[in-house]
């Protein structure tokens, strides 16, 4: 699996390691009845989980409750670990418009278990990902407009602001663990309106300066 990134040359970069952020936005905390997170929730998908913008989004078996999480992604451009929030944007290739696709029954059943949400949030076709803007062409990742509509109703619509660990914090933190390397995704989390999609539906996602997405549900 590999993501365009769009510069004058037009590369194509692999993806190596996804990293997604859980309950970073203050109010989808709220919406799912939880309080904002002292330290970053992280979790991963599968690479075959990337689906490019216009792909159908598949339900997968044993999900009767599939979500759309819209979210801004970030394409890791250098191998670091340790890295300083000071020099966290160094490592950062470019920002993208993701969504998280949740069968927040699945999720919510292996919450109560305390069991993994790969099944949850791993699936095929979970993570649609447009292609990614060169990051020095994103004066400022977090004063974004984020939105996303279903059938043409607006669901979520946010600013990225608004994120609890923003970028250079995340960064941070996941290279203290992991050694982040070119190619890794991070889904930076989602706001607030997060919402069941069904069979037949349009989601039409943006994020402002950065790109769009455009899918249907089959
Ligand atoms: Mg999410």
């Known amino acids: 699996m590999s993501v365009a990134l769009l510069t004058p040359t037009n590369t194509r970069v692999r993806i190596n390691t996804i990293f997604c952020l ?5 109010e989808h905390a709220k919406e799912m009845g939880s309080s904002a997170p002292a330290a970053p929730i992280i ?12 792909e159908d989004i598949v339900m997968p078996p044993g999900s009767l409750n599939v979500n759309h999480e819209v979210e801004l992604t ?13 020099e966290a944007y160094e490592y950062v290739a470019g920002y993208g418009v993701g969504l998280d696709m949740t069968c927040r029954d699945i999720q919510l059943e292996a919450k109560r278990a305390g069991h993994p949400w790969t099944i949850a949030k791993g699936f095929d076709t979970s993570a649609p990902l447009s292609p990614f803007v060169a990051a020095g062409t994103v004066p400022d990742p977090h004063a974004l407009e984020i939105t996303l509509s279903v059938n ?3 669901r979520q619509h946010s600013t990225t602001a608004n994120m609890i660990f923003r970028i250079d914090t995340i960064i941070a933190f996941l290279s203290t663990i992991f050694t982040l390397t070119e190619g890794d995704i991070i889904y930076t989390g989602t706001p607030e309106g997060v919402g069941q999609v069904r069979s037949g539906d349009i989601i039409d996602a943006s994020i402002g300066g950065i790109g769009s997405l455009h899918h249907r549900v089959h």
Request: net charge positive.
């Open 22 to 26: 859980g309950q970073n936005y203050a």
């Open 43 to 54: 979790f991963l998908k599968p690479s075959s989980a990337v689906i490019g913008n216009g």
């Open 74 to 86: 970030v394409l890791i451009g250098k191998t670091g670990k340790n890295i300083p929030p000071a």
């Open 152 to 154: 043409g109703t607006v």
